[in-house]
């Protein structure tokens, strides 16, 4: 497996991962969309995201959102004791298994709530707050016509930049290259977001991927263990 794991040097190189087309017609997403209207619904239903004091802790904080039943998040924690781990699942079962993993686990610095992710991003979270954010194999939505709820082209993108503090890493993986390619696309494009880590997943400084024999995730576990390459990008917010 390749890892491209380039510096600021690199970056030019990285800015033309899709074809032009692919580029034109994110271009136009990134100018037309309906995040205003999406934000405005959120604010008006004064959605109550998660208890304030949870991010009011001292600890720097890590979040996964679309986190499964928990299961890289809560050993995670306990690689980690001194950051504070807070996974956000929405599917019925796997939100109630993390609830349930949460509970019988008794960590003190992991939080597993089950909910949608999208408000809490938007109206939730405070700035600057997040040292790392995962999402890891997200659904693709790769029919064009779905393309907005990828999460690179949602409403909730500008607020995984604004809620990460600066220095903090937003760390994707998919096991569909072409989201990966999108999402450095519009990280480096639209977000001036410095690229970490792109390309083939493999163990590096910035993934832990040494610490999961077979895989993070329940879903690169099932990936790699039917050979399916895993594809990662990992970017950094400007300081
Ligand atoms: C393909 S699964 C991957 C789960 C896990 N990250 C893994 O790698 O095994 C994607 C998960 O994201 C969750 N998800 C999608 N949109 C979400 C949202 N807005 N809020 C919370 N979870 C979400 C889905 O319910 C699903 O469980």
């Known amino acids: ?3 491209a794991a380039v510096g600021v040097t690199n970056l030019k190189m990285m800015q033309t991962p899709l074809q032009n087309q692919s580029n034109a017609r994110i271009d136009w997403d990134l100018k037309n969309n309906s995040h205003a209207r ?5 604010d008006e239903k004064n959605y109550p995201p998660l208890a304030k004091d949870v991010f009011e802790t001292s600890q720097e904080i890590y979040l996964e959102v679309g986190a499964g039943s928990g299961t890289f998040f809560s050993q995670m924690a306990q690689f980690y004791p001194d ?5 956000i699942e929405r599917d019925r079962m796997r939100g109630k298994a993390l609830v349930k993993k949460n509970k019988s686990l008794g960590l003190k610095n992991f939080l597993g709530v089950r909910g949608n992710a999208i408000p809490m991003l938007l109206t939730g979270i405070p700035s600057n707050r997040l040292e790392r954010l995962y999402i890891l194999y997200p659904c693709p939505w790769e029919k064009s016509s779905q393309r907005h709820n990828r999460w690179h082209l949602s409403a909730a993108m500008s607020h995984l930049v604004r809620i990460l503090k600066p220095g903090g890493q937003l760390i994707w993986a998919s096991d569909q290259k072409f989201y990966i390619d999108e999402a450095a696309y519009v990280c480096e494009k639209s977000y001036g977001l410095k690229v970490l ?3 083939e997943i493999t163990p590096n400084a910035y993934n832990d991927l040494d610490k999961f024999e077979g895989g993070r995730t329940k879903f690169e576990r099932t990936f790699l263990k039917s050979g399916q390459p895993c594809y990662e990008l990992i970017v950094s917010k400007p300081h």
């Open 1 to 3: 497996m390749k890892l």
């Open 38 to 42: 999406i934000q405005a619904y959120w």
């Open 83 to 87: 950051k504070f781990h807070v996974a």
């Open 197 to 199: 880590a792109f390309g």
